[in-house]
Each structure stands twice: as structure tokens, then as C-alpha cells.
């Protein structure tokens, strides 16, 4: 079992990192060709970076939108950057005060994703409209992001499970000096949605995340008028007068 | 008056639930060989049409980065479902924008992506069947590119950048729009939208002359050609001589006589529109932009300013210095281009146009903020310009001015229903249809607030109120130019 996770963590790394790189790589290498930032826009890259900041981390046009929608998404995002926070400590020796600090707000934030979780998912479930837009995969998401949440609670709260194993297993993975990982089925559980969701990320809407980088609409200046902007395709078609 | 059903106008906004297929029969002329071959597309769907439309989305993939990121980041989370002024008009689940969307996703997957390529359906992948293209076709001519959707999404995902590409590969498969293209057509034959000849230009401004100085006793000039004029005027060939587009010419007129700035309007550049954004040809847009700058060099003109426009000033403001520029041959000192409200409120601000808001008095203002201005561009040399300079500009020429809901406004702003390539009478229903909410928004402040006039500074606006007011229970009339106002106001002759 253990050789099978150790295998396993280093292929959903592999996968995860290269399949990210690529896909950010792609993002970076296409241009947009047109100023098509929806406006109002900020006038400056400075206020762009800001605009695309409180997308990220306060949601912002979403808040626009819908606020119940709204406070779903923050109950998960937010339980879960807690969650992550709290899992600092099974990569890392000695661990950080503040990780140690986090410690027992990274558990409300679990309660808080599992909560998120199922009224996101009763909500896809529920209204007519978004029970249209959901497609298999969507549910498998909620469904596999709920089974990594649920099996994490329960080890925190009612089956626990060696923690001090689980880390010299990890830190094993990174130092490529392995150790055994604890027998344990929960934990089984756990981490092997974890590698699924690692696996999966770069192919699935998770995507998202590199996105709103480069979401024209929301990183690109409102500056039209004073500085031109030509992409390199565009700049050849000016040139020759035929569509590269 | 219709044989659809009109959607009730409700005190407090319904989402609808989905009704699929309800506007399925909703298919707008298809172009034929005439409309396409002038544009460089194939005159009929082509025999390997699937694998050319994948070669195609291939392409544009490389090209817009726009594409991968916002077929890649969608969650589904449905915030932009309720958005679109088509879903909560007609019900139509395929026009809530990420359904729209899906509809190219899909594709997208089945041939870009991993996932696609070996899940199928259980990620939405699907062939480009014929039965699919027939959607795109349908729903794809059932979004104005408005960009309400992109305001709402966490991502910033605009379906008008999906439906623009969707249009550009419908096109080079050989299955274009025919109002679109025929226009477009006109463009390059003609030189305009409406396929106004100059001579007949030329007599209806030499009316137009007439007809003011015999109102005004003041002559206000429409100049063509004039060489070494200051400004070139790029305005709608609907200006020309659609109501009330031209009571807004007037009042162009008028401000560009009373601050004695010499001005032009160009045989070569007769029309502001430029339709090729609307289906998404980079290399049209480009041949349409080209006739502006090649008319600014011949006449010698120092400033471009552009009338009353939504779309036009979209490509003008946003697309115009990518598209045909640099402008380092005009006076640097102005923004190129400049809107004609940017370009009026500065003057009136500055005392060298003043107004009598008495004229207009008999009025209760609201404005409509068009989709491409409101969302896609902007106005003098502040974040969110266009929504205030033509607001200043109405309360500066009248007295009454409400505006309607705050979620129906500014950036948050609903479509007239007509824009995006639909203005044809083969939609109609969508128009009408689509044109519910802000329908609603406008019935409650005259109900609320005894609004008697809404106010606009878009051509396809302005032609598409006019059109489905008296739908509703309103008058045509109610729709009128944000420079009509001006016009009414304008204190002609002497400053002092
Ligand atoms: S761009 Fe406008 S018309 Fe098109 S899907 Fe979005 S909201 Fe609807
Ligand atoms: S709001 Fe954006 S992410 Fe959500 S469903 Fe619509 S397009 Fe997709």
C-alpha cells in the first residue's frame, strides 16, 4: 500500500505541475489581439492587478451577481484555503508558529467547505436552471470534493488516524527517503480522492484557477486611446496584408 | 399585432423557468453566395465543413486568448444564467450565456481537450453534428454581444467573444448571416450600411441645410469633403435620415456652428458602423477601420470625433488605434477618436456652447446606456466616463432627468434586444422578446416617476425602440438622440 501511494503522489504531482505548466503556458503564448476589458476599467496596470485581486480573493463580480451564490462559494473557497493552511504542518519541520496558530481554525474551516459544499450541490440540484447547466462531471467535482472533506473530518474528529505516520510519509515522498504510511482505510480514502483531484485538475473546470489570470476582461488596462496595442499575429497581418 | 405572445411586464423581475426549445424557430435569414463572396467566405456550406469548422476553431484558439481561457475556466456556476435579457425574455434555456457557451464548449472539448477526446460525454464533448451547427446557428444569431453575461461571471467569461468566433468559423465554413453580411457587402460597394448613395447624401443634407436654416434662421452647415476642415465627423448612415437618429445629426450641426470649429463628413467614410465585430472577422474590421484613417489623411483634418453609436464606438474607442492606427498625424492634443458627447459636454462645460434647458420642458428624461458603450468602452479621462458625460449632457440641456433601476443601468445595463447583428425583421420576436427587461425597467419609472422620454446614443437602439415600443403599449416617439436634446436647447448666435 504504501509503495502504491508513494507511486501514486508522485504521478498526480507530475501530472498536476506539468499539466498546469502547460496549460498556463498556452495562455501565456496565445495574445489577445483586442482591448476588451469590460468597462468601467481601471485606467492603470497597477488598478488592473487590484481588479483581478478582489476577484480572486473577495469574489467580486460573483458578489454582483448573486449574493447567496456568493456567500456558497466563500464558505467553501475560504474553508478550504483554512483546510490547506492547516495541512502545512504535515509538509514541513519544525512547523511555523502561525501554522501552529492556525491549527483549530483550519477545522471550522473543514466544517465550513463541507457545509458550502452540500449547498452548492443541493443548489444544482434544486433550481431548474442550474440543474440544466450540470453535467456528469459537475456532481463528480462536488461529490469528490465532499468525499475528501468528509473523510478529513472524520479523522480529525472521530477515527484518528497516526498524523505523526501520515507525516514522516510525506516528508519521505519530498526527501525521497521513504517511510511507511500508516494502514489506515480513512486515510486510504482521503488520500486517494486528494491524488484523483490532483489528477484531474489540469483537465477538468478547476481550471479556473490559472484563468482568471488571464481573463482579458478583468487583467486588461482601459487605455485604448493612449497606447497601442498590437499582437504579434496582427502585426504580421498589417505587415504582409495576408492572414497569417 | 403579433402572432407571439408579448411578455408581461412585471413591478418586480421574474426569472423564467427554462422552457427548452422556445425559441428554437427562431432562425434569421442564412446568407446566400452574393452576401458572402464580397467578404471572402464560401458562397455555400462547403463538403468538408466539419473538418474545416475544427480547423478554424483551431486557429482562432491560437489566436484569442480569450477562447482557451474562457472555455477552459467555466464552473458552471450559473451566475450569468439569469443575465441575458434573450433567457428572461423567451425562456429559452440555450440563451442563458454559459448554455450559449456550452454549445461551442462542447466541441471545443471533444477536439482540444484531453478530457473530451477520452470522456465524451461525461465532460460535454460532443461532435459538430449537423443537428449542433443548426444550434449554433440559431443561438449563436440570438446573442446582441451585449456583455452583461461578462459582468457578472467571476471570471469576467464574455459569451460575446464565444459568439463572435462562433460566427467567424459559421462564416468561413460557408453558413454566414445574411443581414450581417449583406451589410458589410453594402460597406464595400457603397460605402455605408443602408447603401445610401452620395448623390442621394448629398440632396438630403442639402435639405436638411434648408429645412434648419428655415426653422433656425441660423445656417448650420453639413460639410462633405471639405479638405483641411478640423474635424472629420464619422456618424451612422442611419443619422442620415432614420427618425430619430437625425434630429441627433441636427444637433451635431448645430454644436459644431455655434463653437465654430470647422468640420467634415467623408464620401469615403459615410458610415460609423462596422459590423465585421459582430462576426468576428479581425481581417474585415481592419478593412472597414482603414476607410477612416484613409479619409482623416486625405482630407487633412486635425481631430476624428464619431456620432451617436454603440457598437461603432466600441470598435472606434477600444479597437481603432489597433485596428488602423497610429494616429500620430493628428493633433496630439486630442484623444483620437473622440465621441461627439465627450466632445459637446466639454464645450458646453467650458461656456463656448450654452443651452436653454427650458426647451425642453416638456419632457422627463431616462437614459439608456447602450451594451458596447456602457461595457465596452469609454469616454473622457476617468473610469466609468461613458455612463456620466452623456448624462451631464442631458442635464445640462433639460431639466427632468430620472434615471431607471439601478440593476438595468450603467455597466449593469439591459440590451435594447436589437443589437449584435439582430436588428432584422426575420428576428422580430427575439427583439420583441428580448427587449422584456428593460421594457420593464422603462414601464416603471413612467408608471413611478411620470418618465415621458428615454433617451439614447446608439443607431441600432434608437431604430430597435422605435420598433418595439408600440409593442408594449408605448409610444415610438419616446425614444429620441441624446444631441436632439441638444439641439432642442442650444442657444444659437451670439455668446454674450
Ligand atoms: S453577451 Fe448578452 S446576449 Fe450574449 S449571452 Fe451574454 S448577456 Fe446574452
Ligand atoms: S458565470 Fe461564468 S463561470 Fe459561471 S456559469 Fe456563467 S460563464 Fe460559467
Request: aromatic share 10%.
Amino acid at each position: 500500500m504504501s509503495i502504491l501511494f508513494a507511486v501514486l503522489f508522485y504521478a498526480a504531482t507530475i501530472v498536476l505541475v506539468a499539466g498546469l505548466g502547460l496549460k498556463v503556458a498556452q495562455y501565456v503564448r496565445v495574445p489577445a489581439p483586442l482591448k476588451i476589458p469590460t468597462t468601467p476599467a481601471p485606467l492603470t496596470q497597477g488598478g488592473a492587478a487590484f481588479r483581478v485581486a478582489r476577484e480572486v480573493v473577495i469574489f467580486e463580480s460573483l458578489f454582483k451577481s448573486n449574493k447567496w451564490l456568493w456567500a456558497m462559494a466563500v464558505m467553501f473557497h475560504f474553508g478550504l484555503v483554512l483546510v490547506l493552511i492547516r495541512h502545512v504542518r504535515y509538509f514541513i519541520e519544525p512547523v511555523p508558529m502561525v501554522i501552529t496558530l492556525m491549527q483549530p481554525f483550519g477545522i471550522y474551516g473543514g466544517l465550513l467547505m463541507i457545509i458550502g459544499l452540500f449547498m452548492l450541490l443541493g443548489r444544482r440540484l434544486v433550481l431548474p436552471r442550474i440543474r440544466y447547466i450540470t453535467g456528469p462531471s459537475d456532481l463528480l467535482m462536488l461529490v469528490l470534493l465532499i468525499g475528501i472533506g468528509c473523510s478529513g473530518a472524520l479523522m480529525v474528529n472521530f477515527v484518528h488516524t497516526d498524523i505523526i505516520g501520515v507525516k514522516a510519509f510525506f516528508l519521505g515522498l519530498m526527501t525521497f527517503n521513504w517511510q511507511k504510511l500508516p494502514a489506515d482505510p480513512l486515510l486510504y480514502v482521503h488520500l486517494a480522492l486528494v491524488a484523483a483531484l490532483m489528477l484531474v485538475f489540469p483537465f477538468s473546470k478547476l481550471l479556473h484557477v490559472p484563468g482568471i489570470f488571464f481573463s482579458p476582461t478583468r487583467n486588461q488596462v482601459d487605455d485604448a486611446r493612449e497606447r497601442r496595442h498590437l499582437a504579434p499575429w496582427a502585426a504580421k497581418y498589417e505587415a504582409n496584408k495576408t492572414m497569417p | 399585432m403579433a402572432d407571439f405572445e408579448i411578455p408581461v411586464l412585471n413591478e418586480i423581475p421574474v426569472v423564467p423557468t427554462p422552457k427548452p426549445g422556445a425559441t428554437a424557430h427562431l432562425k434569421s435569414f442564412p446568407a446566400t453566395k452574393q452576401h458572402q463572396e464580397p467578404l471572402g467566405y464560401p458562397g455555400e456550406l462547403v463538403d468538408n465543413w466539419q473538418t474545416k469548422a475544427i480547423e478554424v476553431m483551431g486557429e482562432l484558439l491560437g489566436k484569442y486568448r480569450s477562447l482557451p481561457v474562457f472555455l477552459d475556466s467555466c464552473v458552471k456556476c450559473g451566475s450569468c444564467a439569469d443575465k441575458c435579457h434573450y433567457f428572461l425574455g423567451t425562456g429559452d434555456p440555450k440563451n442563458m450565456p454559459v448554455a450559449r457557451q456550452d454549445l461551442f464548449r462542447s466541441v471545443y472539448r471533444k477536439h482540444f481537450t484531453p478530457a473530451g477526446k477520452l470522456l465524451g460525454d461525461l465532460v460535454g464533448a460532443r461532435e459538430m453534428t449537423r443537428e449542433l451547427l443548426d444550434d449554433w446557428y440559431n443561438y449563436f444569431h440570438q446573442c446582441s454581444q451585449c456583455r452583461r453575461c461578462s459582468v457578472f461571471c467571476p471570471y469576467g467569461i464574455d459569451t460575446a467573444e464565444i459568439s463572435m468566433a462562433a460566427r467567424e468559423i459559421m462564416d468561413r465554413i460557408g453558413l454566414g448571416q445574411k443581414y450581417c453580411n449583406e451589410i458589410i457587402g453594402k460597406v464595400y460597394s457603397v460605402g455605408n450600411n443602408l447603401g445610401l448613395p452620395l448623390k442621394a447624401l448629398n440632396n438630403t443634407l442639402e435639405g436638411l441645410e434648408e429645412d434648419i436654416e428655415e426653422d433656425t434662421g441660423h445656417p448650420i452647415k453639413f460639410p462633405v469633403d471639405v479638405h483641411g476642415a478640423e474635424v472629420l465627423l464619422v456618424t451612422p448612415s442611419a443619422d442620415f435620415f432614420a427618425e430619430p437618429h437625425i434630429d441627433g445629426l441636427i444637433g451635431y450641426g448645430k454644436v459644431f456652428h455655434q463653437a465654430g470649429i470647422s468640420w467634415t463628413l467623408s464620401s469615403k467614410a459615410t458610415e460609423a458602423a462596422n459590423f465585421a465585430m459582430f462576426i468576428g472577422s479581425y481581417e474585415n474590421m481592419v478593412k472597414i477601420s482603414r476607410r477612416i484613417r484613409d479619409a482623416a489623411i486625405e482630407l487633412g483634418v486635425k481631430r476624428i470625433v464619431f456620432g451617436e453609436c454603440g457598437h461603432a464606438w466600441r470598435v472606434a474607442y477600444s479597437f481603432l488605434n489597433t485596428l488602423a492606427g497610429p494616429w500620430d498625424f493628428l493633433d496630439p492634443r486630442y484623444p483620437v477618436p473622440q465621441h461627439i458627447c465627450e466632445f459637446s459636454n466639454d464645450l458646453i462645460k467650458r461656456g463656448a456652447v450654452r443651452l436653454d434647458k427650458s426647451a425642453n420642458d416638456h419632457m422627463t428624461l431616462t437614459f439608456h446606456d447602450s451594451c458596447n458603450v456602457a461595457r465596452g468602452s469609454r469616454m473622457g479621462d476617468f473610469e466609468g466616463g461613458q455612463l456620466v458625460i452623456p448624462r451631464e449632457l442631458i442635464k445640462a440641456s433639460c431639466g427632468k432627468f430620472v434615471d431607471m433601476h439601478p440593476d438595468t443601468i450603467g455597466e449593469k445595463s439591459f440590451c435594447c434586444g436589437g443589437g449584435g447583428g439582430l436588428l432584422t425583421d426575420d428576428l422580430i420576436e427575439l427583439r420583441v422578446k428580448g427587449a422584456q427587461p428593460r421594457m420593464e425597467a422603462l414601464k416603471q419609472v413612467v408608471e413611478n416617476d411620470g418618465v415621458t422620454h428615454m433617451a439614447s446614443i446608439c443607431a441600432i437602439c434608437k431604430a430597435q425602440f422605435t420598433k418595439v415600443l408600440p409593442y408594449y403599449g408605448m409610444e415610438m416617439g419616446m425614444i429620441v438622440s441624446v444631441h436632439q436634446l441638444v439641439s432642442n436647447a442650444i442657444l444659437l448666435g451670439s455668446n454674450d
